[in-house]
Nanobody, 140 residues
Framework: VQLVESGGGLVQYGGSLRLSCATS????????IGWFRQTPGKEREGLSC????????YYSTSVRGRFTISRANAGTPVFLQMNSLTSEDTAVYYC??????????????????????????????????WGQGTQVTVSS
């Protein structure tokens, strides 16, 4: 399993960035993929997660309306479009994944797909695997 983030960097207040997470080594359709971020001294915060097939999505309250998660038709890469960035968005951003058990059954109900992505995004212990992280710095 490999997750590789790219697209981080320095951006001005109010600007935009798009992060990419390239995945390999597993059947991405049976996994939820998501984005977390971490600042010094704090736990990783789940921001947005997406299921494999059907692309059910979850957003935390801190980014809903500003960030958009999406994935290529092939399932990878997974993107995070970040708009209206502020200094509070400065952090290391991580891509993460979690296998969804019984996906053949889960994928048939939108409520179950949503639960699966919420489990990934819900805590630092949600993911099975992590990328190496990419730094995002918002200048004032």
């Amino acid at each position: 399993v490999q997750l590789v983030e790219s697209g981080g960097g320095l951006v001005q207040y109010g600007g935009s960035l798009r992060l990419s997470c390239a995945t390999s080594g597993f059947n991405v359709e049976q996994y939820a993929i998501g984005w977390f971020r971490q600042t010094p001294g704090k736990e990783r915060e789940g921001l947005s997660c997406i299921s494999g097939e059907y692309s059910s999505t979850y957003y935390s309250t801190s980014v809903r309306g500003r960030f958009t998660i999406s994935r290529a038709n092939a399932g990878t890469p997974v993107f995070l479009q970040m708009n209206s960035l502020t200094s509070e968005d400065t952090a290391v951003y991580y891509c993460a994944d979690r296998r969804i058990p019984r996906w053949g059954k889960v994928k048939k109900r939108s409520a179950d797909r949503l639960t699966a992505v919420q489990i990934l995004c819900g805590s630092e212990s949600g993911p099975d695997d992590w990328g190496q992280g990419t730094q995002v710095t918002v200048s004032s």
